[in-house]
């Protein structure tokens, strides 16, 4: 066989060049929207991710990390009590008011009392043990190196949050949160922090288990009893899903993305299907004779459906290299962006899908290649 | 002059028979009826010339003849089949197994080479690869355009793209073959070897040629040369050309 599509393709890849930029623009526009979603809304469970417990406790019907309410401290007990768990420490978050040394006004900042010591569960990926010992001093906090200008300090400056007055002993990288700017303490220092009198307890605990795998099960266990107050269980896994579903979902920002996303595929399908349109124009005429001598409008349409094809694929691959090196850039100026597999497969279903929409609707242009036209 | 050869003929059927037609186009208000109750008889293994002003609906004649066109009424029988009782799939079929067409343009696919576009249609006719190319390689050079055959359309002349067309529809073996002005965009000389061409196909294979021509050279060549206007055959002559196969028998 003649592999007209392919030769056509090469020989002629200026006509096909507007189609790919098209179907490989709006991959790209879609591939760092997602990373981008990805790493922000991905941000809201840091707490979870970045940590090594496997079982969370917190007050019933949290929705998100931020909005916990403190429990009775005596949970502690009743999990330790599970012979499955290894270790449990609470976690206290407090809302706070930060006042830097210099002029930036107020800044809603969201402490975290962490345990300081090395074994401590909280933020365990996310900090160095030498970084996470700074914290046993009073008084002492560790500040993102993202928030450092909005927050206008750096290491070892004083700062107040809610009228107390904090040390910056340390920085951080990837602790970035959504609505506010994440700083962490000790257990201790949380608490004086802490203006609200009838917060006795913390805000969840969190425990470490022998076996991870465990997780649900034991989560389950711990769940339901009512002698201690109001508290229930996590698996971390769960817990870091319904942080990032209530940001996706009930904040309407996730409706937001899948918004965006139909406009970039419909205007993608559209710029697509009408540049490879043009370039399947170009050779109607050839297309027509082919008919009259008996090329059936079968076979031509599998020319049109395979140049799409390798359209979108060739999109796909410029898309991929411009987006990694765009994703390395964001990377080194501290843009969250994110990718999983599931993304990037989205990503490549998107292109061959807007590929294939431009190919079906370039075949109907087919139509036009009636070979009486070329009589006259 | 048309008198003996009319008596011979009714013994073979036709090759390509109008009977009756009519075909009008409607283009918003603008209602032309280009052929009325028209009829024809195309001989078999001949080069036939329709010439006539232009707009007299020469070419409309050529795509109805062809099965490129529908007709309003009448019937055209081509080969013995009725062009009017088959369906698109079954008139693509019957173009591709009996039909070769030449147009004005060459209309050649740019990517390929000379080879490459008279290969293609082949490949879908259902022949295996070697008689494809065995059969592309004999007619182009038939049309002496074997040493030029790995060349592409924007390294050839016109006169040689028109050539490579037409080894194009003549690899394809078809009985009927229908060329539409194909010298009004060559100068004389390459006109020429066209007409040359067209006439030897006509003879060494029996091939039913149908050429629409403004062009006189063309005249001298034909076995028969069709006048029309305005719809109508005005005058159906019969020549001699001058090399004629059964005039030496
Ligand atoms: N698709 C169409 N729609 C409307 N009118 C048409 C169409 N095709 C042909 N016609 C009309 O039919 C008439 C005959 O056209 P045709 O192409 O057969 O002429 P022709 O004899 O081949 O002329 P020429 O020598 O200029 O090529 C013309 O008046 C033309 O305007
Ligand atoms: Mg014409």
Not at chain 1, 8 to 25: D, N, S
Not at chain 1, 92 to 102: A, E, L, Q
Not at chain 1, 253 to 258: H, I, K, P, S
Not at chain 2, 127 to 143: K, M, Q, W
Request: with cysteine; glycine share 10%.
């Amino acid at each position: 066989m003649v592999a007209l599509a392919r030769k056509t393709l090469i020989y002629e890849w200026r006509r096909f060049l507007p189609a790919m930029l098209a179907v490989g623009f709006a991959g790209l526009l879609q591939l760092l929207q997602l990373a981008l979603v990805l790493g922000i809304f991905g941000s809201t469970s840091v707490y979870i991710t970045g940590s090594s417990a496997d079982v969370w406790v917190g007050y019933p019907g949290t929705q998100n990390v931020g909005s916990g309410r403190t429990i009775n401290p005596d949970v502690e007990s009743r999990v330790l009590m599970d012979p499955a768990v290894q270790r449990v420490e609470p976690y206290i978050w407090v809302d706070g008011d930060w006042r830097g040394p210099h002029e930036t006004g107020g800044i809603s900042v969201f402490v975290s009392g962490i345990d300081p010591s090395p074994e401590g569960l909280m933020f365990s990926k996310a900090l160095l043990p030498s970084l996470r010992e700074r914290l046993a001093e009073p008084d002492a906090v560790i500040v993102d190196r993202s928030v450092l200008d909005q927050l206008g300090v750096n290491i070892g400056e004083t700062a107040t949050i809610n009228g107390h007055q904090v040390t910056v002993v340390g920085i951080s990288s990837g602790l970035r949160a959504l609505g506010g700017v994440n700083v962490l303490t000790s257990l201790s220092t949380a608490r004086e922090l802490d203006g609200d009198p009838t917060d006795v307890g913390p805000t969840y605990l969190v425990a470490k288990l022998r076996d991870p795998k465990q997780a649900d099960a034991v989560a389950a266990r711990l769940r339901g009893d009512t002698a201690f107050g109001p508290y229930t269980t996590w698996s971390a896994r769960d817990f870091a899903r319904i942080s990032v579903r209530y940001w996706m979902f009930d904040t309407g920002a996730g409706a937001g993305v899948l918004f965006l996303a139909g406009i970039v595929f419909l205007v993608g399908a559209v710029i697509t299907s009408q540049t490879l349109i043009a370039a399947v124009n170009g050779s109607m005429r050839e297309y027509a004779t082919l008919n009259a001598l008996g090329v059936g409008v079968a076979a031509l349409r599998r020319v049109v459906l395979e140049q799409a094809f390798w359209v979108g694929a060739l999109g796909l691959l410029g898309a991929g290299v411009l987006g990694i090196v765009l994703m390395l850039l964001a990377h080194s100026q501290d843009v969250p962006v994110v990718l999983n597999v599931p993304a990037a497969l989205a990503c490549i279903a998107l292109v061959m899908g807007l590929a294939a929409v431009s190919g079906l609707a370039a075949m109907r242009s087919l139509r036009r290649a009636d070979p009486a036209s070329l009589l006259r | 002059m048309t008198h003996p050869a009319t008596a011979s003929q009714p013994t073979t059927p036709p090759a390509l028979q109008a009977i009756g037609i009519s075909k009008a186009f409607v283009s918003g208000k603008l209602h032309t009826q280009v052929l009325e109750n028209f009829s024809l008889r195309i001989e078999a293994g001949e080069l036939t010339l329709i010439s006539g002003p232009s707009g007299c609906g020469k070419s409309t004649l050529l795509a109805i003849l062809s099965g490129l066109q529908k007709v309003d009424g009448g019937r055209v029988l081509a080969l013995g089949s009725e062009l009017g009782q088959l369906d698109l799939r079954a008139l693509e079929r019957f173009r591709l197994q009996h039909t070769g067409f030449v147009f004005q343009g060459f209309n050649l696919f740019p990517a390929l080479s000379a080879f490459e576009q008279v290969e293609l249609p082949l490949n879908h006719m259902g022949l295996s690869r070697d008689e494809a190319r065995a059969r592309a390689r004999r007619s182009l050079e038939e049309v002496g355009m074997a040493p030029r055959m790995k060349l592409r359309p924007s390294e050839l002349s016109g006169g040689e793209k028109q050539r490579v067309a037409i080894a194009r529809a003549l690899a394809k073996e078809p009985e009927l073959l229908f060329a539409d002005e194909p010298t009004s965009a060559l100068d004389a000389a390459n006109g020429q070897m066209i007409i040359d061409i067209l006439h030897r196909i006509a003879h060494a294979h029996g091939t039913t040629v149908l050429c629409v021509s403004h062009d006189p050279r063309v005249v001298v060549h034909a076995d028969r040369v069709l006048a029309m206007e305005d719809g109508r055959i005005l005058s159906d002559r019969r020549t001699h050309a001058p090399t004629n196969d059964s005039k030496g028998t």
